[in-house]
C-alpha cells in the first residue's frame, strides 16, 4: 500500500515540474508540428514525388510521421531523468527517500502518459487541417487511443533504455545519433516496413521482421487502412507488448546498476 | 594602418579560438549529422524509389534535406554561443579588447561559417557516394562555392542572432518547433519550388518568402543544373540581400546584448 502511495506522490511532483510548460507544449505538439507535417509530408511531398496516388502516399507518409512525435517528445521529457540523476542527483534521493521500484514506475508512468497525451491529438489535427487529402474512409478511430498508447509505452521504455545506456548528460548528442535516429528511418518512419523489405540493400527483409518499431508503425497504418500489407493488429500488439516489456526491465535493471554505482 | 593590421592580428586570434572550440566537439556534431545524412541518402535511394518516386527526384530530395544537417550543426553553434555568453560572459570580455566591436562580431560569423563547411561538406559527400548517381550531377563549381559561402553566411548570421536575442531554455525548448522546423518545412527542403509553384502557385509565392527557400534551390541549381529549380543568379541576389539585413539586425541585438545600459540611455 505504501508502495502506491509513494508512486502517486512522485507522479504528483513530475506534473508539478512540467505543469509550467503545458502550455508551450501544446502548441508546439498539438497545433505547430501537426500542421507542419500535414502540409509537408501530407500534401506538398506527395504531390511532388507522387502525383499519380498523392492521397494515398501522403497518408502513408504522415501517418508514420506519427512515429517521429513520439520519439521528439519522448525524448525531450525522459531528458530530465538525466539531468536528475547527474546533476541535481535527485533521483538517488527519490530512491532513497522511497523506493528504487517507485521511482522507476512513477517516471516510466508518467513520461509513458504525457508523450501519450501530446501526441493522441496529432493525427485528428492533421485530419482536421488537410480534410479530403487525408484518407480516412478505412480508419479504425476508436482503436487508436489503445494502439498508440502500446506505442507510447514501447518507445518511452526504448528511450528509456537508450538513456540508461549512456553515463554522463554530454552523450546525448550520441545516443540520437546511434539510438534513435537509425531506428525512426528503419523502422518506416518515412518508407512503410513493406517498402524497407523490398529494397535493395542486403538483410532489411529479416531486420524488418526483427524489428519491434516496424511493428509500433504498421500498428498505426493498419488502423488507417486495414491492408493486408501491413502487418495485423493483434500481432503487432503483441509484439508492443513483449518490447515494451523488455525494454522496460531493461532499463530497470540498467538504472539499478548505475545508482547503485554513484 | 597599424590599427587595421592590430584588428586583423586580434580578428585571427578569435577565429582560431573559434576552431580550437570546434575541435573539442566536432566529433558529436559531426557523427549526429553523419548518421542523419547516410539514412536519408538510404531512404531517398533505396526506399522512395519503390512507392513510385522518379529517379530525378533522389538527388533534389537528398540536397534539400541535407540543409537539416546545416542547421543542426548551425544550432549546435549556437548553443555554444549562447552558453558562452550567459554563462562565462565571454562577451563582455571581448568587449573589453583593443579593437572595433565589427570586428569580434566578425570572428564569430567566420568561425561559426568555418564550422558549418568543415563538417558538413564531407557529410553531403558521403551522402552523394551512397547515392552514387554521379550522372545526374552537372556541377557548376563555382556557383557551387558562391552557394556554399552565402549559404554558411545566412546559416552563421541568423543562430548568431538567436543565441544573442533568446534565452537557453527558449533555444532548448521552443526554437525547433517555432522557428527552425518552420524554415525548414516550408522552405521546400523535401520538394523542389516548381513542383508547387505546379500545384499552387499562391502557396509558392508565399514560399519565395523564406530565405531558406533560395539556399535549398540554390544547391540544387548548383549541383544539378536545368530549369527545374530557381535561377541560381536569383538565389544568390536573395541571399546577399537577406545576409545584408540579418547582418545589420546581428549588429543592434549583439550592441544590445554588450551594452544595454548604454543603449537605454541612448534612447532616453
Sequence with gaps: MTGYRHVWVLLARQWFLVRNNVVDNIINYMVIWPALFSGTSGYLVPRAFFPQNAVMKGTELIVGMVFLQFFVVSYFAVVELLSERDESRVLQYHVQATSYTATFISRLLFYTMYTYILVLPFLPMCKLFLGSYFFTDNAQWLMMPFVLFLVSLTVVSYVFCVFCTISTIRELEYAWAWGIEPVLWLSGMWAPSYVIAQSSLPGMNYFIRCNPFAYATESVRQLFFSDVQFASLPICCGVMCISAALCSLASYLLMKRQIQAV | ?268
Design chain 2, 1 to 268: 594602418m597599424e590599427s587595421i593590421h592590430e584588428s586583423l592580428r586580434v580578428l585571427g586570434l578569435l577565429v582560431q579560438r573559434e576552431l580550437y572550440v570546434m575541435r573539442q566537439s566536432w566529433r558529436s556534431i559531426m557523427f549526429s549529422a553523419l548518421v542523419f545524412s547516410v539514412l536519408l541518402a538510404c531512404a531517398s535511394r533505396y526506399f522512395l524509389p519503390l512507392m513510385g518516386m522518379s529517379e530525378e527526384c533522389i538527388i533534389p530530395l537528398f540536397l534539400g534535406s541535407f540543409i537539416v544537417s546545416c542547421l543542426s550543426i548551425g544550432y549546435a553553434c549556437c548553443l555554444e554561443v549562447a552558453y558562452d555568453l550567459r554563462s562565462p560572459q565571454l562577451i563582455r570580455y571581448y568587449s573589453t579588447l583593443p579593437v572595433p566591436f565589427g570586428c569580434i562580431i566578425g570572428a564569430q560569423v567566420l568561425g561559426i561559417m568555418i564550422r558549418i563547411i568543415v563538417l558538413a561538406i564531407p557529410v553531403l559527400f558521403c551522402g552523394l557516394c551512397i547515392i552514387n548517381m554521379w550522372m545526374f550531377l552537372h556541377i557548376s563549381w563555382f556557383a557551387l562555392l558562391g552557394m556554399i559561402v552565402l549559404a554558411a553566411v545566412f546559416n552563421a548570421l541568423f543562430f548568431l542572432i538567436l543565441a544573442y536575442q533568446c534565452s537557453i531554455p527558449v533555444l532548448l525548448g521552443n526554437v525547433w518547433p517555432r522557428f527552425l522546423s518552420p524554415l525548414f518545412a516550408f522552405g521546400c527542403a523535401l520538394y523542389p519550388w516548381r513542383t508547387v509553384e505546379a500545384h499552387s502557385p499562391f502557396f509558392a509565392q508565399v514560399l519565395l518568402y523564406n530565405p531558406m527557400t533560395y539556399c535549398v534551390e540554390g544547391l540544387r541549381s548548383a549541383c544539378l543544373g536545368g530549369s527545374a529549380f530557381l535561377p541560381i543568379t536569383r538565389c544568390m541576389q536573395v541571399l546577399f540581400a537577406v545576409n545584408c539585413m540579418l547582418s545589420v539586425v546581428l549588429w543592434f541585438v549583439s550592441v544590445n546584448a554588450v551594452r544595454p545600459v548604454r543603449l537605454k540611455r541612448s534612447s532616453l
